[in-house]
Protein backbone atom coordinates (compact mmCIF):
# COMPACT_ATOMS: atom_id res chain seq x y z
CA UNK A 1 0.00 0.00 0.00
CA UNK A 2 1.54 3.51 -1.30
CA UNK A 3 2.25 6.01 1.30
CA UNK A 4 1.89 9.18 -0.97
CA UNK A 5 -0.75 11.21 0.05
CA UNK A 6 -3.13 11.57 -3.02
CA UNK A 7 -3.13 15.24 -4.45
CA UNK A 8 -6.20 16.64 -6.70
CA UNK A 9 -6.12 20.32 -8.13
CA UNK A 10 -8.80 21.95 -10.43
CA UNK A 11 -7.57 23.84 -12.90
CA UNK A 12 -10.31 26.43 -13.36
CA UNK A 13 -7.92 27.47 -16.96
CA UNK A 14 -9.29 30.61 -19.17
CA UNK A 15 -12.98 30.41 -16.77
CA UNK A 16 -14.43 32.00 -14.09
CA UNK A 17 -14.93 35.92 -13.17
CA UNK A 18 -13.83 37.20 -9.91
CA UNK A 19 -17.39 37.01 -8.80
CA UNK A 20 -17.80 32.80 -9.80
CA UNK A 21 -14.62 31.94 -8.61
CA UNK A 22 -14.62 33.45 -5.04
CA UNK A 23 -18.00 31.15 -5.01
CA UNK A 24 -16.41 28.39 -6.32
CA UNK A 25 -13.53 28.74 -3.87
CA UNK A 26 -15.75 28.69 -1.40
CA UNK A 27 -17.32 25.98 -2.44
CA UNK A 28 -14.53 23.79 -2.55
CA UNK A 29 -12.96 25.18 1.17
CA UNK A 30 -16.13 24.42 2.99
CA UNK A 31 -16.56 20.72 1.18
CA UNK A 32 -13.12 19.59 1.35
CA UNK A 33 -13.06 19.44 5.45
CA UNK A 34 -11.46 16.53 6.58
CA UNK A 35 -10.68 15.19 2.79
CA UNK A 36 -7.36 12.70 2.80
CA UNK A 37 -5.89 14.13 -0.37
CA UNK A 38 -4.32 17.33 -0.39
CA UNK A 39 -6.99 19.68 -2.50
CA UNK A 40 -5.40 22.92 -4.85
CA UNK A 41 -7.08 24.90 -7.04
CA UNK A 42 -5.77 26.72 -10.00
CA UNK A 43 -7.36 30.12 -10.66
CA UNK A 44 -6.75 32.47 -13.36
CA UNK A 45 -4.24 34.89 -12.73
CA UNK A 46 -6.46 37.69 -11.84
CA UNK A 47 -8.27 36.06 -9.72
CA UNK A 48 -5.04 34.37 -7.60
CA UNK A 49 -5.21 37.16 -4.74
CA UNK A 50 -8.80 37.48 -4.29
CA UNK A 51 -9.66 33.43 -4.54
CA UNK A 52 -6.24 32.99 -2.17
CA UNK A 53 -8.52 35.49 0.45
CA UNK A 54 -11.51 33.37 0.24
CA UNK A 55 -9.54 30.20 0.74
CA UNK A 56 -7.58 31.57 4.11
CA UNK A 57 -8.21 28.92 6.76
CA UNK A 58 -8.62 26.14 5.18
CA UNK A 59 -6.77 23.47 3.60
CA UNK A 60 -7.10 24.22 -0.19
CA UNK A 61 -4.11 25.51 -1.73
CA UNK A 62 -3.78 28.35 -3.96
CA UNK A 63 -2.07 27.08 -7.50
CA UNK A 64 -1.18 29.54 -10.39
CA UNK A 65 -1.20 27.60 -13.69
CA UNK A 66 1.65 29.43 -15.08
CA UNK A 67 4.87 31.38 -14.47
CA UNK A 68 8.02 32.64 -16.16
CA UNK A 69 11.19 31.67 -15.22
CA UNK A 70 13.38 35.09 -14.53
CA UNK A 71 13.02 37.04 -11.24
CA UNK A 72 11.68 40.68 -12.82
CA UNK A 73 12.28 42.76 -15.72
CA UNK A 74 10.54 43.56 -19.26
CA UNK A 75 8.82 40.24 -19.98
CA UNK A 76 5.56 42.38 -20.70
CA UNK A 77 2.86 39.96 -20.29
CA UNK A 78 4.69 37.63 -17.43
CA UNK A 79 4.06 36.65 -13.97
CA UNK A 80 7.20 35.48 -12.15
CA UNK A 81 7.67 33.04 -8.61
CA UNK A 82 7.84 36.00 -6.42
CA UNK A 83 4.84 38.00 -7.81
CA UNK A 84 2.88 34.49 -7.14
CA UNK A 85 4.61 33.68 -4.20
CA UNK A 86 3.29 37.75 -3.11
CA UNK A 87 0.02 36.56 -3.37
CA UNK A 88 0.03 33.54 -1.59
CA UNK A 89 0.46 30.60 -4.42
CA UNK A 90 2.36 27.53 -3.04
CA UNK A 91 1.91 25.25 -6.28
CA UNK A 92 2.81 25.59 -9.99
CA UNK A 93 1.76 24.13 -13.11
CA UNK A 94 4.34 23.84 -15.60
CA UNK A 95 4.29 22.34 -19.44
CA UNK A 96 0.41 22.12 -19.51
CA UNK A 97 -0.41 20.46 -22.87
CA UNK A 98 -2.30 23.74 -23.83
CA UNK A 99 1.07 25.58 -22.73
CA UNK A 100 3.08 23.37 -25.01
CA UNK A 101 0.51 22.98 -28.02
CA UNK A 102 -1.78 25.94 -28.26
CA UNK A 103 1.01 28.66 -26.95
CA UNK A 104 4.12 26.50 -28.57
CA UNK A 105 6.52 26.32 -25.20
CA UNK A 106 9.46 24.12 -26.03
CA UNK A 107 10.55 21.26 -23.23
CA UNK A 108 13.54 23.92 -22.77
CA UNK A 109 11.31 26.67 -21.51
CA UNK A 110 9.22 24.08 -18.86
CA UNK A 111 12.52 22.98 -17.98
CA UNK A 112 13.34 26.56 -16.88
CA UNK A 113 10.05 27.27 -15.32
CA UNK A 114 10.30 24.07 -13.03
CA UNK A 115 13.81 24.97 -11.92
CA UNK A 116 12.71 28.46 -11.30
CA UNK A 117 9.26 27.26 -9.19
CA UNK A 118 11.46 25.05 -7.26
CA UNK A 119 14.18 27.96 -6.86
CA UNK A 120 11.70 30.13 -5.62
CA UNK A 121 10.89 26.92 -2.93
CA UNK A 122 7.47 26.22 -4.73
CA UNK A 123 5.67 23.10 -5.45
CA UNK A 124 5.56 22.53 -9.20
CA UNK A 125 3.51 20.15 -10.92
CA UNK A 126 5.02 19.00 -14.07
CA UNK A 127 2.80 18.21 -16.71
CA UNK A 128 3.51 14.98 -19.61
CA UNK A 129 1.56 13.98 -22.57
CA UNK A 130 1.07 12.69 -26.07
CA UNK A 131 -1.33 13.89 -28.65
CA UNK A 132 -3.39 11.62 -30.76
CA UNK A 133 -1.25 10.90 -33.49
CA UNK A 134 1.77 10.34 -31.10
CA UNK A 135 0.02 7.39 -29.52
CA UNK A 136 -1.15 6.26 -32.69
CA UNK A 137 2.39 6.34 -34.07
CA UNK A 138 2.72 4.27 -30.76
CA UNK A 139 5.52 6.72 -29.36
CA UNK A 140 3.63 7.32 -26.29
CA UNK A 141 6.37 5.82 -24.06
CA UNK A 142 9.49 7.71 -25.66
CA UNK A 143 7.30 11.27 -26.16
CA UNK A 144 6.09 10.91 -22.38
CA UNK A 145 9.39 9.80 -20.87
CA UNK A 146 11.39 12.38 -23.17
CA UNK A 147 9.22 15.65 -21.54
CA UNK A 148 9.79 13.99 -18.06
CA UNK A 149 13.69 14.04 -18.90
CA UNK A 150 13.80 17.48 -20.16
CA UNK A 151 11.34 18.55 -17.73
CA UNK A 152 13.35 17.43 -14.71
CA UNK A 153 17.33 18.01 -16.27
CA UNK A 154 18.75 19.85 -13.54
CA UNK A 155 16.56 19.36 -10.94
CA UNK A 156 18.00 17.76 -7.75
CA UNK A 157 17.19 14.76 -5.98
CA UNK A 158 16.78 17.18 -2.62
CA UNK A 159 14.00 19.23 -4.58
CA UNK A 160 12.24 15.87 -6.00
CA UNK A 161 9.67 16.80 -3.07
CA UNK A 162 8.27 19.84 -4.17
CA UNK A 163 7.79 18.29 -7.62
CA UNK A 164 4.48 16.13 -8.59
CA UNK A 165 3.86 14.84 -11.80
CA UNK A 166 0.66 15.26 -13.95
CA UNK A 167 -0.20 12.50 -16.87
CA UNK A 168 -2.54 14.33 -19.02
CA UNK A 169 -2.51 12.61 -22.12
CA UNK A 170 -3.94 15.10 -24.98
CA UNK A 171 -6.07 13.14 -26.96
CA UNK A 172 -8.48 13.11 -23.20
CA UNK A 173 -8.44 16.20 -22.39
CA UNK A 174 -11.62 18.37 -22.81
CA UNK A 175 -12.67 15.45 -24.99
CA UNK A 176 -14.77 13.46 -22.74
CA UNK A 177 -12.82 10.77 -23.93
CA UNK A 178 -10.91 9.51 -21.14
CA UNK A 179 -7.70 7.03 -20.55
CA UNK A 180 -8.93 3.65 -19.41
CA UNK A 181 -7.86 2.53 -16.04
CA UNK A 182 -5.41 0.30 -17.75
CA UNK A 183 -4.04 3.46 -20.07
CA UNK A 184 -3.60 5.60 -16.97
CA UNK A 185 -1.61 2.73 -14.68
CA UNK A 186 0.65 1.49 -17.59
CA UNK A 187 1.35 5.28 -18.23
CA UNK A 188 2.32 6.17 -14.66
CA UNK A 189 3.70 2.53 -13.95
CA UNK A 190 6.61 3.39 -17.16
CA UNK A 191 6.67 6.79 -15.17
CA UNK A 192 7.57 5.65 -11.99
CA UNK A 193 10.25 3.34 -13.77
CA UNK A 194 12.12 6.62 -15.45
CA UNK A 195 11.90 7.89 -11.97
CA UNK A 196 13.93 5.37 -10.70
CA UNK A 197 16.38 5.28 -13.44
CA UNK A 198 16.86 9.01 -13.25
CA UNK A 199 17.20 9.09 -9.49
CA UNK A 200 16.69 5.76 -7.81
CA UNK A 201 13.74 4.08 -6.38
CA UNK A 202 13.40 6.24 -2.91
CA UNK A 203 12.16 9.47 -5.33
CA UNK A 204 10.33 6.88 -7.67
CA UNK A 205 8.30 5.47 -4.50
CA UNK A 206 7.68 8.96 -2.98
CA UNK A 207 6.99 11.11 -5.83
CA UNK A 208 2.98 11.57 -6.73
CA UNK A 209 2.05 10.79 -10.64
CA UNK A 210 -1.86 12.70 -10.77
CA UNK A 211 -4.02 11.55 -13.90
CA UNK A 212 -5.53 14.21 -15.99
CA UNK A 213 -7.97 13.98 -19.01
CA UNK A 214 -11.89 14.52 -18.64
CA UNK A 215 -11.94 13.34 -15.26
CA UNK A 216 -15.41 13.06 -14.03
CA UNK A 217 -17.28 11.80 -10.56
CA UNK A 218 -18.25 9.16 -13.12
CA UNK A 219 -14.48 7.39 -13.83
CA UNK A 220 -12.61 8.85 -10.88
CA UNK A 221 -13.08 5.64 -8.70
CA UNK A 222 -11.89 3.40 -10.98
CA UNK A 223 -9.06 4.85 -12.52
CA UNK A 224 -8.02 6.11 -8.89
CA UNK A 225 -7.84 2.00 -7.88
CA UNK A 226 -4.42 1.91 -9.94
CA UNK A 227 -1.53 1.81 -7.59
CA UNK A 228 0.45 4.55 -9.64
CA UNK A 229 -2.36 6.41 -9.45
CA UNK A 230 -1.77 9.66 -7.29
CA UNK A 231 -4.55 11.90 -7.23
CA UNK A 232 -5.91 13.95 -10.41
CA UNK A 233 -5.75 17.26 -12.32
CA UNK A 234 -8.98 18.11 -13.33
CA UNK A 235 -10.05 20.58 -15.66
CA UNK A 236 -13.70 21.27 -16.75
CA UNK A 237 -15.33 19.02 -13.66
CA UNK A 238 -13.56 21.38 -11.07
CA UNK A 239 -15.73 24.49 -12.12
CA UNK A 240 -18.82 22.11 -10.70
CA UNK A 241 -18.48 22.41 -7.00
CA UNK A 242 -20.17 18.72 -6.35
CA UNK A 243 -18.21 17.09 -8.89
CA UNK A 244 -14.58 18.20 -8.04
CA UNK A 245 -15.25 17.93 -4.25
CA UNK A 246 -17.03 14.40 -4.89
CA UNK A 247 -13.51 13.43 -7.00
CA UNK A 248 -11.32 14.74 -3.99
CA UNK A 249 -13.34 11.67 -1.97
CA UNK A 250 -12.52 9.61 -5.13
CA UNK A 251 -8.93 9.78 -4.89
CA UNK A 252 -8.07 8.90 -1.94
CA UNK A 253 -10.74 5.84 -1.55
CA UNK A 254 -10.05 3.64 -4.74
CA UNK A 255 -13.04 1.22 -4.18
CA UNK A 256 -14.64 0.78 -8.23
CA UNK A 257 -17.75 0.34 -6.58
CA UNK A 258 -18.10 3.85 -5.11
CA UNK A 259 -17.85 4.58 -9.23
CA UNK A 260 -21.71 2.72 -9.89
CA UNK A 261 -23.37 4.45 -7.39
CA UNK A 262 -24.72 7.54 -9.08
CA UNK A 263 -25.71 5.34 -11.54
CA UNK A 264 -27.82 3.15 -9.35
CA UNK A 265 -29.38 6.08 -7.84
CA UNK A 266 -30.48 7.02 -12.05
CA UNK A 267 -31.83 3.47 -12.55
P1 LIG B 1 -10.45 18.17 -18.58
O1 LIG B 1 -10.69 17.56 -17.23
O2 LIG B 1 -11.41 19.27 -18.92
O3 LIG B 1 -10.30 17.15 -19.64
O4 LIG B 1 -9.00 18.92 -18.49
C1 LIG B 1 -7.93 18.21 -18.00
C2 LIG B 1 -6.81 19.17 -17.81
O5 LIG B 1 -6.25 19.67 -18.76
C3 LIG B 1 -6.42 19.51 -16.43
O6 LIG B 1 -5.24 20.24 -16.39
Redesign the pocket.
Known amino acids: MSTRTPIVGG?WKMNTTAETGVALARAVAAGSGGVACEVVVYPPFPYLATVGGTLAGSDVQLGAQDLYHEPNGAFTGEVSVEMLRDVGVTVVLAG???RRHVIGETDDLVNRKVRAALAGDLMVTL?LGETLEQREAGRTTDVVLGQLRHGLAGVAEAAMGRVVL?Y?PVW????GVTATPDDAETAHRAIRGALADLYNPQVAAATRIQY????KPGNAAALAAGPNVDGF?????SLVPDDFLAITRMATAPDPAADRQPEARNA
Open positions: NHSECAEAIGTGGSVLVGGA
